[in-house]
Structures are given as structure tokens and as C-alpha cells.
């Protein structure tokens, strides 16, 4: 049973940071691109960053780039998301998704997803 399983949310206050973790199981890990979306309550749910199953390539929404930082491990069957500089606007609930293969933007085209954690950013 694949299970990926997200942690690191919580509180701070703008300009804070924190990292998210997400951990897989079941799946091997290393087959699969690796996202981050993120879901604002009264707004749809938004790609936020995602990493290649290799680690080499990154990509960034354009309103996370350059504070975000998405980096995996896979020996620990584990993606990261570094958040930095945080902003009440980054207040959401942040999931993780995996897709076999080639990576993607699109939520629906993962094969698993994850529950999600929550982050929030006061002002």
C-alpha cells in the first residue's frame, strides 16, 4: 500500500520559515517525480514546486521562486520543501503527490497523494 505521509507544518510569523517533509512508502521512490501543491481555504489548490526523480531538475511556482526550495532524498524515500521568507499568502494546507515518469504541474495527472499539512503565516 503506497502511503506518502507529510509533516513540519505549523505556526510563524511572517518572515519565518519552516520545512515540510513528505515520506514515502510502498512505492519505489526513486521512479517518481515529486510535487508540492498547496490549497488556501476558499481557493483552488495550486502547484507550488516539484523535483525530477533524479533530484536534478527543480521547478517553482512563480510566487514561491526563490524562497521555496524543494530537494528529495532517496535513500530516505523522502521530499523536502524548504520554506523561507514565509508570507501570510503562503497560509494553506501543503500536500505532496508522485507521479511515475515524466514530472507534472497537474494535480490530477499524480498517482498518489498525500493528507496534507497545514501551515499558517501570521501577519
Known amino acids: 500500500q503506497v502511503q506518502l505521509v507529510e509533516s513540519g507544518g505549523g505556526s510563524v510569523p511572517t518572515g519565518g520559515s519552516l520545512r515540510l517533509s513528505c515520506a514515502a512508502s510502498g512505492l519505489t521512490f526513486s521512479n517518481y517525480a515529486m510535487s508540492w501543491f498547496r490549497q488556501a481555504p476558499g481557493k483552488t489548490r495550486e502547484f507550488v514546486a516539484r523535483i525530477s526523480w533524479s533530484g536534478g531538475s527543480t521547478d517553482y511556482a512563480d510566487s514561491v521562486k526563490g524562497r521555496f526550495t524543494i530537494s528529495r532524498d532517496n535513500a530516505k524515500n523522502t521530499v523536502y520543501l524548504q520554506m523561507n521568507t514565509l508570507k501570510p499568502e503562503d497560509t494553506a494546507v501543503y500536500y505532496c503527490?508522485?507521479?511515475?515518469?515524466?514530472?507534472?504541474?497537474?494535480?490530477?495527472?499524480?498517482?498518489?497523494w498525500g493528507q496534507g499539512t497545514q501551515v499558517t503565516v501570521s501577519s
Open positions: 503527490a508522485a507521479r511515475i515518469g515524466r514530472w507534472t504541474t497537474n494535480w490530477d495527472d499524480h498517482n498518489y
